[in-house]
């Protein structure tokens, strides 16, 4: 009996690509290199190996023995494609490659925040405070999407208590290149109703903001209809309302639903903030690869 192993079809997607723009980014100059010693592990087969442990969720030696690398090695190059942002670099190479080949259109873009708890269930470092809404201590996944097209556009990555409102405007000048002033709208859901955000979408985007307006208590005996009718009229100024376009925001929901239930964000058994970078930029990156594949198979 003959018994061929194949990997699983949800990873077979990665070995259609070439990472041959990580050793560019791994160049190092005549000055950096050292001279002597035993060659390094080539950095492309050692990034496809951390592609295909975070689609699997396996474990660092069982992915290490597929490659014939030891798992220490693997674990190095982990540490060594964050610090030198070899991540952030890449994953900004599939996103102008995703805008040359105009599957970002950038009309109907959403934003959100997904919460991951800490592993150890304690605070780490990085996850700052109890987070008295989630009853955890965690970390949380700021990010700006395509509704139509479900391509990641902007992220950030956070602490766990700070309120979603306040990461909106460093999130969207992140992707002001992606959405130069056309006509289109940015969505969200009522956590960023605030005017300085509809302002600033407005005045640096061109667009409309399609974030519901949160209504105030209708009770009370300082409450007054006219004045009231009057705040509301303020507040609609720069904003959409219409639910059909509204209801394109679910996408960035269910874009989060499919990072933590297809590529494991959230389910690593690593702690610290640094770590949950890592697993973000890996689990963004498989996304989006497997987003060009089906652009390429459909």
């Known amino acids: 009996m003959y018994f061929v192993p194949k990997l699983p079809k949800k990873v077979q997607f990665l070995l259609e690509f070439s990472y041959a723009y990580v050793d560019t980014l791994c160049h190092k100059?005549?000055?950096?290199?050292?001279?002597?010693?035993?060659p390094g592990t080539d950095k492309q087969l050692l990034f496809l190996l951390l592609l295909i442990k975070k689609v699997t969720n396996w474990s660092y030696r069982t992915v290490a023995e597929m490659g014939d690398v030891s798992h220490s090695t693997l674990v190095r190059a982990n540490t060594y494609f964050l610090t030198r942002h070899i991540y952030e670099k890449y994953f900004t190479h599939l996103l102008k490659d995703a805008r040359q080949k105009e599957l970002i259109p950038g009309k109907l873009v959403a934003l959100d925040s997904s919460f991951v708890k800490t592993f150890s269930k304690r605070e780490e470092f990085g996850s700052e405070n109890w987070n008295e809404h989630k009853k955890a201590y965690g970390f949380k996944?700021?990010?700006?999407?395509?509704?139509?097209?479900?391509?990641?556009?902007?992220l950030i990555v956070g602490n766990g208590i700070a309120h979603d409102s306040t990461l909106a405007i460093p999130l969207l000048h992140k992707a002001?290149?992606?959405?130069?002033?056309?006509?289109?709208y940015v969505l969200a859901d009522k956590g960023y109703d605030s005017d300085a955000i509809v302002r600033w979408i407005n005045k640096e985007l061109g667009r409309k903001a399609g974030i519901p307006i949160r209504r105030m208590p209708s009770k009370g005996k300082n409450y007054a209809w006219e004045a009231s009718t009057r705040n509301f009229q303020a507040k609609a100024k720069g904003r959409t309302l219409k639910k059909s376009i509204y209801n394109w925001r679910t996408a960035v929901e269910r874009i989060f639903s499919q990072l933590k239930r297809t590529f494991h964000l959230g389910k690593e058994e690593t702690r610290g903030f640094a770590n949950f970078v890592k697993n973000v930029y890996l689990t963004l990156i498989c996304y989006t690869l497997k987003l060009f594949h089906i652009t390429k198979t459909s």
């Open 176 to 184: 002001k290149r992606f959405l130069k002033k056309k006509k289109g």
């Open 29 to 38: 100059s005549p000055v950096d290199q050292f001279v002597g010693g035993r």
């Open 141 to 154: 996944l700021h990010l700006l999407v395509d509704c139509e097209t479900k391509f990641p556009i902007a």
